[in-house]
């Protein structure tokens, strides 16, 4: 099983430029998870899909759309992206409530 | 919504010294309280988890504690080694639909030989 797998790795975009951060899980999980994480502020819910049809914004959603593909995707959209959305964006997901979450890998992003 | 604290920020403790990490939540509905570890560059991982039924739970060297009165929860480590070090990030979340983990900011523990 691969898991939770985010694309891509790495990118660098310009002001105003727009982008998709692609998420997929394999493990037939209900809920799908968006966190960005910046030094010194831990992980912050950005946008949360607690099952398929659903999202939900968390902590931090302005700047961010996502789409609930079907139960294995979960995309996060930047229309016009800034420097403060320089960040690492992870993606992760949950079985039941309460169990235990699953990362990605994490994306790092930069915006100049 | 739930607002979780964490302290300390840093932590830096001698090879085979206990370390103690704490958290305090605000949501009374939070119900699971997991702690996850993280190095450097790579992903969280959960390291522990606790439920509001118990109070402890023990994993080898790893123990957590919950207060649901006071609203904290702690992570214990003993006997520390050098790939303890990491950022360690506790959480909560209520146990119903629509909730999410809400993390605190993390602590970074450095452990020397």
């Known amino acids: 099983n691969a898991g939770v797998t985010q694309t891509p790795k790495f990118q660098v975009l310009k002001t105003g430029q727009s982008m998709t951060l692609q998420c997929a899980q394999d493990?037939?999980?209900?809920?799908m998870y968006w966190y960005r994480q910046d030094p010194g502020m831990g992980l912050r819910l950005i946008y949360y899909?607690?099952?398929?049809?659903?999202?939900d914004k968390g902590e931090v959603p302005n700047g961010y759309n996502v789409s609930r593909l079907n139960k294995r995707e979960f995309s996060l959209r930047l229309e016009s992206a800034a420097p403060s959305q320089t960040s690492v964006y992870f993606c992760?997901?949950?079985?039941?409530?309460?169990?235990?979450?699953?990362f990605g890998n994490g994306t790092r992003l930069t915006v100049t | 919504g739930e607002n979780v604290e964490q302290h300390p920020s840093t932590l830096s403790v001698q090879e085979g010294d206990s370390a103690v990490i704490k958290c305090t939540y605000s949501?009374?509905?939070?119900?699971?309280f997991p702690w996850y570890k993280q190095e450097l560059g790579k992903r969280p991982q959960l390291i522990i988890d606790?439920?509001?039924?118990?109070g402890e739970k023990k994993d080898q060297r790893i123990a957590v504690t919950l207060n649901k009165t006071a609203k904290h929860f702690s992570l214990h480590i003993t006997e520390t080694q050098p790939e303890d070090s990491a950022v360690y990030f506790c959480?909560?979340?209520?146990?119903?639909?629509?909730?999410?983990?809400?993390f605190g900011k993390g602590t970074t523990l450095s452990v020397s030989s």
């Open positions: 959480a909560a979340s209520a146990n119903q639909a629509g909730t999410a983990l809400i």
């Open positions: 493990m037939n999980h209900n809920s």
């Open positions: 899909s607690a099952s398929e049809g659903t999202t």
């Open positions: 992760a997901s949950m079985g039941n409530y309460n169990s235990p979450l699953h």
């Open positions: 949501d009374s509905a939070s119900n699971y």
């Open positions: 606790i439920r509001s039924n118990v």
